[in-house]
């Protein structure tokens, strides 16, 4: 996950309306695809897989990746998979909301709907990798493991000198153990975290 753009951030109003409208989290479905490729691809800081790869993607990891829609179409979307080795983690691969529609919460709402439904499934560890200068998406983890009262552990995990280009090093965000959906977060932990 590489670094935002400046002046990305918008006003923030209490929920995800704006100029799209109201925003409704769903399951991605194969003709989301191009979409999730459209997105990424106009971030101008994701790293632009293949169309084939989102297509792929959502066919077989759409129960752990969601969509934001709005009346236009697609406005957002984070993609995940659990850990084979480690079937209490999901990874969040990609998340990314069009430029208009940033500031106003669907990131938020999909991360926090994205664990809701996988928490039911066992899944207590959300893992990311952010690169150093990707402040925003530094602040939406951090927003995420502050609001659950959980723990936040960063590490190095893919130094620069792995990628064959100028990428530069992926750090991995691993929050949690996050208490399961429903269940009450102690007030002494609400805002302990970074
Ligand atoms: C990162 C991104 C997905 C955030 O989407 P968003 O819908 O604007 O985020 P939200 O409005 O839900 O904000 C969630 C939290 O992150 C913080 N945040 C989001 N964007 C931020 C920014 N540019 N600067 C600082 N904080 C930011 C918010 O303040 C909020 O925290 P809070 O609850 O403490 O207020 C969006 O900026 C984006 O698509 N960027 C390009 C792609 C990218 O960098 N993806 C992440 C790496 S894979």
């Not at 929920?15 to 979409?35: K, N």
């Not at 994701?46 to 236009?72: E, I, Q």
């Not at 990428?167 to 975290?193: C, F, K, N, Q």
């Amino acid at each position: 996950m590489t670094g935002e753009k400046p002046g990305d951030r918008g006003a923030r109003p209490d929920d995800a309306s704006g100029s799209a409208g109201r925003v409704e989290i769903d399951t991605p479905a194969v003709a989301d695809g191009p979409e999730l490729y459209r997105i990424t691809r106009d971030s101008g800081v994701l790293d632009v897989n293949s169309p084939y790869a989102y297509l792929l993607w959502c066919r077989d990891f759409a129960s752990t990746s969601l969509v934001a829609r709005s009346h236009d179409g697609v406005v957002g979307f984070v993609t995940g998979y659990v850990r084979p080795d480690a079937v209490d983690t999901l990874v969040v691969w990609q998340i990314g909301v069009d430029a208009a529609l940033r500031g106003h919460g669907v990131a938020g709402r999909l991360l926090e709907r994205l664990f809701g439904t996988a928490s039911r499934d066992g899944i207590r560890y959300l893992e990311t990798t952010i690169t150093a200068d990707n402040s925003a998406s530094i602040n939406l983890f951090a927003a995420l493991a502050r609001d659950h009262g959980a723990p936040l552990e960063v590490s190095e995990l893919f130094p620069s000198e792995l990628f064959p280009d100028s990428h530069v090093g992926e750090d991995l965000y691993r929050i949690g153990p996050l208490a399961p959906e429903g269940a009450t977060v102690p007030d002494a932990l609400v805002g302990s975290a970074p």
